[in-house]
Structures are given as C-alpha cells and as structure tokens.
Antibody
Framework: QLQLQESGPGLVKPSETLSLTCTVS??????????WGWIRQPPGKGLEWIGS???????YYNPSLKSRVTISVDTSKNQFSLKLSSVTAADTAVYYC?????????????WGQGTLVTVSS | SSELTQDPAVSVALGQTVRITCQGD??????ASWYQQKPGQAPVLVIY???NRPSGIPDRFSGSSSGNTASLTITGAQAEDEADYYC??????????FGGGTKLTVL
C-alpha cells in the first residue's frame, strides 16, 4: 500500500522560507509514470494546488505561486520536497503531498496526512 | 473563466439521494474528479474520469457531467457521508483547479 508522509517545521517566521519533504513508502517514486504534487489548505478554507514534479525533475507550478515555489525530487531517498520563499501569514495552511497519474491527469489518488505550517513571528 | 463553482452547503435526509454540483467552463472539455474530506483528515478521491470509483469507495457514489456542470450523486446517503466535497478539474492553462467545496450535512 502506497503511503506518503509530510515532514518539516510547523512554524516559520514571516519573510523566511518554508521547507517540507514528502517521503513515499510502499512504492518507488521513479518506477512509474506518476507525478507528485503539493496541495495546501488554509484553515477553514478550500484546496489549492501548489505544483507537481516528475521523477525526472520536470516541474510545473501554480502561476500565482510560481515566483516563490521550488519543488525538487530525490529518487535515492524516495522523497520530493517543497520550498516556498518569502512567506507571510497568508501561507499558513495544512500542506499535503499527493500523487496524480500524469501532467494532464490530475486525479490525486494517494495523499499524505497533511502537516500544518503556521507563519508567525 | 478559471473557476469551479460549488454550492457552499447542501443537506440530505438519511437514506435519500443528494446531488452535489460543480460548474466551470473547463468542464465542457474535461471530466471532474471528486474528493471527500472529513474534519481533520486528508481528502479522499471518490470519483474520477467519466464515472470511476477507486477501490473501496461504495457504489452509492457516482459521477456525471452535462455541459459546464459536473455532478456527484450519493444514492442512499449514510451518516458517514457527512463531509466536505471538492471537485477538481483544470484551469484555462490546463493546471489543476479545485472548487470551493460543498459541506454536506446528513439529517
């Protein structure tokens, strides 16, 4: 059974960089054609896609966040990571990692449990 | 437009049928997928493609589409179906886009 698990600091100061890692277990991040994405959900609000990556390193991002987002992959550790720079209180959210079938197919079929990141001084 | 619009809240009597809708221009060309989210939990995919259910999703969940509207139907709603439901399709650039969510109350 595929499992995804987010990890990283739960508290980040304004203007700093948020860094999270998603560890994939029960399957190889590079053994299939799947993409791996990050999605966030501010408290009490809806879901927002941040960006996705293929095991080759190919990425695409939400245009509204693109200038601040970097997603990378480490196939040796079966992990992919998110960096979001210059954070503000508006970036406070539960951050999820998830899998989807392809760059054109965005059915997110496996999700991590999510991790709350609070931006505050 | 690059928006997916959902009713904020819908209610259904226990055992009855409820339809949750999602409207957007992209739905004229692409199917929506649907996610169920219970408080404090990650979303769960319940419908994808034309009308496909992942393994483990009860067959009381079904999906359909007409014009610019996608629908999730729960036939014989159960108490455990009370949750937030989100549709997902694409924006005008082909990137993933979620609707604002519908809170389903089972009475």
């Amino acid at each position: 059974q595929l499992q995804l698990q987010e990890s990283g600091p739960g508290l980040v100061k304004p203007s700093e960089t948020l860094s999270l890692t998603c560890t994939v277990s029960g399957g190889s991040i590079s053994s299939s054609s799947y993409y791996w994405g990050w999605i966030r959900q501010p408290p009490g609000k809806g879901l927002e896609w941040i960006g996705s990556i293929y095991y080759s390193g190919s990425t695409y991002y939400n245009p509204s966040l693109k200038s601040r987002v970097t997603i990378s992959v480490d196939t040796s550790k079966n992990q992919f990571s998110l960096k979001l720079s210059s954070v503000t209180a508006a970036d406070t959210a539960v951050y999820y990692c998830a899998r989807h079938p392809s760059e054109r197919d965005h059915d997110f079929d496996y999700w991590g449990q999510g991790t709350l990141v609070t931006v505050s001084s | 437009s690059s928006e997916l619009t959902q009713d904020p809240a819908v209610s259904v009597a226990l055992g009855q049928t409820v339809r949750i809708t999602c409207q957007g221009d992209s739905l004229r060309s692409y199917y929506a997928s649907w996610y169920q989210q219970k408080p404090g939990q990650a979303p769960v995919l319940v419908i994808y493609g034309k009308n496909n259910r992942p393994s483990g999703i009860p067959d009381r969940f079904s999906g359909s589409s007409s014009g610019n509207t996608a629908s999730l139907t729960i036939t014989g709603a159960q108490a455990e179906d009370e949750a937030d439901y989100y549709c997902n399709s694409r924006d005008s650039s082909g990137n993933p886009l979620f609707g604002g969510g519908t809170k389903l109350t089972v009475l």
